[in-house]
C-alpha cells in the first residue's frame, strides 16, 4: 500500500470517528453538508481525497475541537500537495477518480483546459470515454469498474450547462484524429464538439494543423478558478497552487489560446474531421 493511500485511510478513519462521537449517521451529515451521502461513505472509507474545505465543513458539522480542526487541516493539505502515484490511485478504482475531478470541478467559476492527446473528458461522449477507460484499466490494472466511471463522467458534463460557469477549451487539430475509438464512434464524438461549440458560456478552440504552434504541447493541463494547476503524467497526478507555477500556465494557456480558431471556424475544422472518417468508413 503506498504511503499516500494509507494517509488517506487514516484520516478517513478519525473523521468517521468524529461523526460517530457526534451520534450523526453518515445521512445525517450528508444533509447537514448539503452532500450525497455517498461522498461521506467515500471519505471515510479512503475513496476519495477529502479536500482541505471538505475537512473544514466536516469539522464544523461534528463540533470538533479546535485543536483536532488544525491536525486535520493539516493532513488534508498535506494530502492535496503530494504527487502521488496513479497506479496506487487506480487501484481504488475509475469511478472514485472521477467522483474526485467532479467534487474539484464543482468548486470553481472558471476553468481553461489544454488538452495535447485527447478530447476533454467534460467534452466526451458516453461511447468516447468507454474507449478511454477500457486503456485506463489496462494500462495501471485499476478496478472494472467502466460502467461506474462512464456514469460519474456523464454526470460531471451536467455543469457545462450551468450559466454562472465559464469554461474554455484548447486542442491541436491533431487531437480529433488520434484514434482512440472506432470510426462510428470518433464521428460521434464529432457531433458532440459541433453541439458543444454553441454553448454560450463555453469556449472550445482548436489549432488548425497549418498554424504553427507556438510551443511544443508536451503535455496536458487544467486551470482551475486560476488558483490551481493540475498536470497530469503517466505516473503522477500534479496539484500546483505556486504562483509562478499558475501564472506559467497561464501564460501557456494564452499562448495555445491564441493559435487556435473558434466557432464557426472550428466547426469547419471539426466537420473536416467528419468527412474524413467517413470516407475511412466508407473504405473499410
Known sequence: MSGFQQARIDLGIQ???????????GKDLA??????PSKVSRIENARQTPTEDDVVVWAQAVAAEPGMVDSL????????ERHD???????????????????LEARIRTLRIF???????????????RHIFQKVRRVYEAVDDVD????????????????????RFVVPEAVLHIRLAPVDVMR?????????????????????FETMLPATPLHSFAIYNEALVGVATFTKDLLLRDPDDIAFYGRAYDDFAGAAVYRDDARAVIVRVIDELGKQSADS
Request: proline share 4%.
Open 15 to 25: 473523521l468517521r470517528q468524529l461523526r460517530e462521537v457526534a451520534h450523526l449517521s
Open 115 to 129: 488538452e495535447a492527446g485527447l478530447v476533454p473528458g467534460l467534452l466526451q461522449t458516453a461511447e468516447y470515454s
Open 73 to 80: 487541516i493539516q493532513q488534508a493539505v498535506g494530502l492535496s
Open 188 to 208: 460521434g464524438q464529432m457531433d458532440r464538439l459541433l453541439a458543444i461549440t454553441t454553448l454560450p458560456n463555453v469556449e472550445f478552440g482548436v489549432i488548425p
Open 148 to 167: 461506474a466511471a462512464i456514469r460519474v463522467r456523464m454526470q460531471r458534463q451536467e455543469i457545462l450547462y450551468d450559466p454562472q460557469r465559464q469554461f
Open 31 to 36: 444533509e447537514r453538508l448539503n452532500w450525497q
Open 85 to 103: 502515484s496513479w497506479k496506487a490511485r487506480h487501484k481504488g478504482g475509475l469511478a472514485a477518480l472521477q467522483e474526485d475531478v467532479r467534487d
